[in-house]
């Protein structure tokens, strides 16, 4: 059971070129998990609970957070965005059994924690933005944040989930969260029906997430290790990359839209005695079209491809996946009637193949399969360009992870 509390405010003072920014955000979840593990007994033909491996875990996490931010230009050629957040994080987390003492569920777990945590992070996390206009539709931009990655409730949750006898999946309460600083230089320049950008980036991340496989020291029935997967705290990850990206409108019926980024990374760290550094290199591409079929009606596509990368257990495979949209708008600027396809190849799975020193293990995951939607909205006195503008603009100054503006 999980409850959601959120408060935003947001100020907005512009003036000629420059422009004021400032805010607020309270954002609380509590979530509150009671697993229960039955097993079957041949003998009787009845299932029963398993109290050993039968728990509750109650995770709240609180974070409080104000911004402010300045964007002035400097003469015809250059301008500026300054910002700085403030940001506060507490995360609480308190596991208990209705059968074990505290002793005795850390030790059936199997992983060193304290049941009962209250971890608070304090924050600022500023934003540079640069930009030198070479020609009307042509810049150079210079940018840096800081972002704070937080651990999600699964990631903390210490209960084991199966996947199937021989692999589960265990949270680790001791996950701090992650810190990254970004640089990036950036080029884009516009034609009439094309717009051009690329940029290389270097990102340094401390306590970055890695999730990694050891054996449980448990065994099934028949005597098969069980495998556990379990994110950890690593030392540090460095990333350098370069992204090209590009947008063409040949007609107005027609949008394509595509983008390429290739990236080499570092990671470091050890985790009970064990070295988990490695270094690889990996790619993804991006890639939409839109166009409008007789009768008013958008079609859409958009396609991912993550490239094949490893860490140093485990090599995973390539994923690509192609969504697709047809859009009516049935009643103008009221109605609009939407049939999408998701995953439309049904090729949306995670294949990894994992070797240590004591198993091999062959895993493929799938969130979820291939899925159909249909939808109407009915907007109340509002356009579509109403509601596609405030989307635009909504929450500009208070992005959920920290630092982004």
């Not at 979820?368 to 579509?384: A, E, G, H, P």
Request: aromatic letters at 14%; zero cysteines.
């Amino acid at each position: 059971r999980q409850n959601e509390f959120l408060l935003q405010a947001d100020y907005v003072l512009p003036k000629g070129d420059a422009q004021f920014e400032a805010g607020i955000r309270i954002n609380t979840e509590a979530q509150k998990t009671a697993y229960t593990l039955e097993d079957f007994d041949l003998e009787t033909q009845e299932f029963f609970i398993n109290e050993g491996q039968s728990y509750n875990f109650d995770y709240d996490e609180n974070v409080y957070a104000a911004y402010s931010q300045y964007g002035n230009k400097l003469g015809e050629k250059f301008s500026f965005l300054l910002g700085l957040r403030l940001e506060h994080t507490q995360l609480k987390g308190d596991a208990y059994s209705d059968y074990l003492t505290q002793e005795e569920l850390v030790e059936e777990i199997g992983i060193e924690f304290d049941p009962t945590f209250e971890k608070n992070y304090l924050g600022l996390f500023p934003t540079v933005n640069l930009i030198y206009e070479i020609a009307k539709d042509e810049n150079i931009t210079l940018g840096y944040n800081r972002r704070i990655n937080r651990p999600r409730g699964w990631f903390i949750n210490p209960f084991p989930s199966r996947s199937s006898r021989t692999n589960v999946f265990q949270g680790n309460p001791d996950l701090n969260p992650a810190f990254s600083n970004t640089f990036d230089l950036g080029y884009l320049k516009k034609w009439d029906k094309l717009t051009f950008n690329t940029s290389v980036y270097y990102q340094r991340e401390t306590d970055a997430f890695e999730r990694i496989q050891q054996e449980t020291g448990q065994t099934t029935s028949d005597g098969v290790n069980i495998i556990r997967n379990l994110p950890i705290n690593l030392a540090t990850e460095q990333r350098i990359g370069g992204e090209i990206g590009a947008i063409y409108n040949p007609s107005r019926k027609l949008r394509l839209n595509g983008s390429f980024n290739f990236f080499r990374f570092e990671t470091e760290g050890f985790y009970q005695d064990v070295d988990y550094g490695t270094e690889s290199t990996s790619w993804f591409g991006r890639f939409s079209a839109k166009y409008t079929l007789p009768a008013e009606i958008d079609i859409q596509t958009n396609g991912f491809y993550m490239g094949p990368r490893q860490n140093a257990q485990t090599e995973n495979e390539g994923i690509f996946s192609l969504d697709l949209a047809l859009s009516k708008e049935v009643i103008k600027d009221k109605l609009t009637a939407t049939f999408n396809v998701r995953d439309a190849f049904n090729s949306r799975k995670r294949r990894s193949y994992t070797v240590s020193e004591n198993f091999t293990s062959d895993s493929e995951f799938q969130w979820r399969q291939r899925q159909f939607t249909v939808s109407l909205i009915y907007r109340f006195n509002q356009s579509r360009e109403d509601r596609m503008r405030e989307r635009g603009q909504g929450g500009q100054g208070m992005d959920d992870e920290g630092g982004e503006f």
